[in-house]
């Protein structure tokens, strides 16, 4: 009985020794500085029927000022690779409650109702929505210009949360950034929708600019070197390139 009880007190010297590494204490991708203030943005996508793609942009394109007069629109896309018959777009509220309300004015909107939401809807083939906080170390950065494409790359995360893959993430995030390789526009956070998943808003001049920029980072030692430790957290990643519509404040 003694030597058991000499045992377990010597075990719990020990643990007491152990240092946690400074990594598992601090979450680099914490929403938390995001939850305090409340500000947050949904991403949308909507699929619509092949056939009536041209006509819900052209419907959208001329009551879309009915939606906005009620909360911030981010930027509006159509999907050009990555997801046929796509739009997605991105809305900013400043709380849970502001966007309940802005909701619920909707729902009493009638020229909201009957000229957009009535016609607009039977063209929708299905709709998805994810809230996300922007991470710590990211800002809403308007591109340097006009025009130009926008490529949405969603990460999948492997379960254990930020303080398990945080770090690495950013690395990689910043080896393209900081290096001039790609324009962030902001890095996204699921609060609601698929748990560990991020999302990089990255914006190029052009399909072809993209191209030749992307072959010259991975010929980079710095970027693969970034890339090569984050991705031993990822569990898959989807990526759309999409053009800006004539109405979407990010052009």
């Not at 400043?94 to 802005?102: C, E, L, P």
């Not at 991975?218 to 109405?247: G, I, W």
Request: glycine share 6%.
């Amino acid at each position: 009985m003694l030597t058991a009880r000499k045992v377990l007190w010597n075990a719990s010297r020990l643990l007491e020794k152990v240092v946690v590494p400074r990594s598992t204490q601090v979450s680099c991708i914490s929403t938390g500085p995001q939850q305090q203030h409340g500000t947050f943005y949904e991403l949308r996508t909507y699929c619509i029927h092949p056939h009536l793609n041209a006509a819900f942009l052209r419907l959208t394109n001329e009551k879309i000022h009915l939606r906005t007069a009620h909360s911030e629109l981010l930027g509006y896309w159509s999907v050009e690779y990555g997801g046929l018959n796509q739009v997605f777009h991105i809305w900013k509220y400043d709380s849970f409650s502001q966007r309940a309300g802005v909701r619920a004015a909707l729902a009493q909107d009638p020229s909201w109702i009957e000229e957009y939401i009535s016609k607009a809807m039977p063209m929708l083939s299905s709709q998805d929505n994810q809230v996300t906080y922007l991470v710590p170390w990211s800002k809403i950065l308007r591109p340097p210009k006009e025009g130009g494409v926008y490529e949405l790359v969603s990460f999948q995360m492997c379960p254990g949360g930020p303080a398990v893959w945080g770090a690495a993430f950013q690395a990689a995030v910043s080896a393209h950034a900081h290096t001039g390789y790609a324009w962030p526009v902001g890095v996204f956070h699921n609060e609601f929708g698929p748990l560990n998943q991020v999302h990089v808003l990255w914006w190029y001049e052009g399909a072809d600019q993209r191209a030749a920029i992307r072959h010259k980072a991975h010929q980079d030692p710095r970027v693969v070197a970034a890339v090569r430790e984050s991705v031993s957290y990822l569990a898959s990643q989807h990526n759309k390139l999409m053009f800006p519509t004539p109405f979407s404040p990010l052009k």
